[in-house]
Each structure stands twice: as C-alpha cells, then as structure tokens.
C-alpha cells in the first residue's frame, strides 16, 4: 500500500475518471475525499460521491463525501476544511472535476464555452490557492 495514511481529495469523483482514481487511491491505502456536486444519481448520468465512497468504505478504507462546486471558492474552502476536520491534514489534489455539455447550437454557444472557461480555469485556480 503505497499511500497507507495518506489524504487525497478528488474532485469530480463521483463517476468517471475522478470515481476511478478515488477507488484507486483507496486500493493504495489513502484515506479519500470525494468531491463533486453530484448528490444524486442522474438517470443520464450515474454515480454520487456517496456511491463512491461506499465502494471505497467496501474496500476497508475511511472516505468522506462532500458536495463541491470548484468554480466557487467558498464550496471549495468548505471541501478543505471538512477534510482537514475529519482527516486532519491534506496530501493530495486530484482537480479533476470537468463538465459535460451537449451542444444544441449557436444559441447556447458562448454560455457553454463560458462555463468551461470558469470550470477548466476558475476551478483549477481555485483549488490550487
């Protein structure tokens, strides 16, 4: 287990990649924050951070869920400090957390590529300050 101890928050970790590397890192021995804002599973779109650390907690390892927006530097101060609460320190960032978005054209264009924009940039800013 080359991360026995460790602390690893991984944002976007409800599904996908980020549910990949949070399960993981739990393999590895790393106690996991799961973050995302996915609460609730979406028929489209399954998988909650609570799901996920479900899977983690199976496989006899401590994890939290927390509901995070990256591009909102409170959600995010809030996402440190309930790990820091319950952990007691952080190790490890994974900025994972990413959108998806159907482009039905023009007309939601500029929207969607502006909230790429505030989750690629803002988000990753956000969770390195």
Known sequence: ??????VAIVTGGSRGLGRAIALGFAKEGAHVVVAART??????????????????????????AVRCDVTDEQSVGQLIQAA??????IDVLV????????FGGPSNGKHCICGLKDLSISGILTGAG
């Open 1 to 6: 287990m080359k991360l026995k101890g460790k």
């Open 39 to 64: 609460e609730v599973e979406n028929r489209q779109l399954p998988g909650t951070i609570y799901e996920t650390v479900k899977e983690i907690k199976a496989q006899g390892q401590e994890a939290l």
């Open 84 to 89: 820091v609460d319950q952990f007691g320190r």
């Open 95 to 102: 900025n994972n957390a990413a959108v998806l978005i159907a």
